[in-house]
């Protein structure tokens, strides 16, 4: 069980505009994902997820085509 206040990591529109930055052009969907046992935004864009830190904010990388 991973527990956090979630008032004090970005939000899920933040993440969109960080993958955006990084090349998604629209975000499909935006789910919380886990990787590393670290939380994640998953912003999905086409056929690609860009992965984006809960916490931080940090955009982590890019999968898919």
Same mark, same amino acid.
């Given at each position: 069980?991973?527990?956090?206040?979630?008032?004090?990591?970005?939000?899920?529109?933040?993440?969109?505009?960080?993958?955006?930055?990084?090349?998604?052009?629209?975000?499909?969907?935006?789910?919380?994902? &886990?990787?590393?046992?670290?939380?994640?935004?998953?912003?999905?864009?086409?056929?690609? &997820? &860009?992965?984006?830190?809960?916490?931080?904010?940090?955009?982590?990388?890019?999968?898919?085509?």
């Amino acid at each position: 069980i991973y527990l956090c206040f979630i008032f004090f990591w970005i939000t899920k529109e933040e993440a969109q505009a960080i993958a955006q930055e990084n090349g998604a052009k629209t975000a499909d969907r935006t789910i919380l994902g &886990y990787r590393d046992g670290k939380p994640i935004w998953e912003v999905k864009s086409g056929t690609a &997820y &860009y992965l984006v830190d809960f916490e931080t904010g940090d955009f982590v990388k890019m999968e898919g085509l």
